[in-house]
T-cell receptor, first 112, second 117 residues
Framework: DTEVTQTPKHLVMGMTNKKSLKCEQH?????MYWYKQKAKKPPELMFV???????INESVPSRFSPECPNSSLLNLHLHALQPEDSALYLC???????????FGSGTRLTVV | AQKVTQAQTEISVVEKEDVTLDCVYETRDTTYYLFWYKQPPSGELVFLIRRNSFDEQNEISGRYSWNFQKSTSSFNFTITASQVVDSAVYFC??????????????WGAGTKLIIKP
């Protein structure tokens, strides 16, 4: 299995909702990442987990809350988002931090 | 400072033409990695190649080829005999091996490639 699986593929949520994005990989990768990508822009790094510990938080607002329950799973909990948070959210994994990234197909999030 | 420049915002060619996507990078590290990713309209980022700074050999994979030149800090990507399925946004990225870099990917702005039938 050489894939990173993200669910859901599409999500529409109101500004008062709480939702979660899920990411799963079974390649034995020990680093996992959340990226945010706005239209016509490159991805922007949000969080990095290395060996299930948060190693990088790129000054992301607290309405985004990451969680790494185990080495195969990565969640992104969303609460009280703003319309400008609408974007494609990509999950990635690598063998160790920085090597051979594999990306998921992303969750297209719309905040209304 | 680290930087990746993809000067071509959009390229449009007719199917079967060859096309080269340019990538110029800046880094003070001697050890670094360069990547190309393809992002079709469906959204996923597809890994194409990873090259480390000590390996300047050009790479060919089917219709794809890459030309890495440290002297000009360039890592260009050529598609030979382009096909409509090659239409996508292509990103070049840099990752440094310095201890404080955390191996973060530094992305170029992307080049949108349109292949017309």
């Amino acid at each position: 299995d050489t894939e990173v699986t993200q669910t859901p593929k599409h999500l529409v949520m109101g500004m008062t909702n709480k939702k979660s994005l899920k990411c799963e990989q079974h390649m034995g990768h020990r680093a996992m990442y959340w990226y945010k990508q706005k239209a016509k822009k490159p991805p922007e790094l949000m969080f990095v987990y290395s060996y299930e510990k948060l190693s990088i938080n790129e000054s992301v607002p607290s309405r985004f809350s990451p969680e790494c329950p185990n080495s195969s799973l990565l969640n992104l909990h969303l609460h009280a988002l703003q319309p400008e948070d609408s974007a494609l959210y990509l999950c990635a994994s690598s063998q160790v931090q920085g090597y051979g990234y594999t990306f998921g197909s992303g969750t297209r999030l719309t905040v209304v | 400072a680290q930087k990746v420049t993809q000067a071509q915002t959009e390229i449009s060619v007719v199917e079967k033409e060859d096309v080269t996507l340019d990538c110029v990078y800046e880094t003070r590290d001697t050890t670094y990695y360069l990547f190309w990713y393809k992002q079709p309209p469906s959204g996923e980022l597809v890994f194409l190649i990873r090259r480390n700074s000590f390996d300047e050999q050009n790479e060919i994979s089917g219709r794809y080829s890459w030309n890495f030149q440290k002297s000009t800090s360039s890592f260009n990507f050529t598609i030979t005999a382009s096909q409509v399925v090659d239409s996508a946004v292509y990103f070049c990225a840099l990752s440094e091996a310095a201890m404080d870099s955390n191996y973060q990917l530094i992305w170029g702005a992307g080049t949108k490639l349109i292949i017309k039938p």
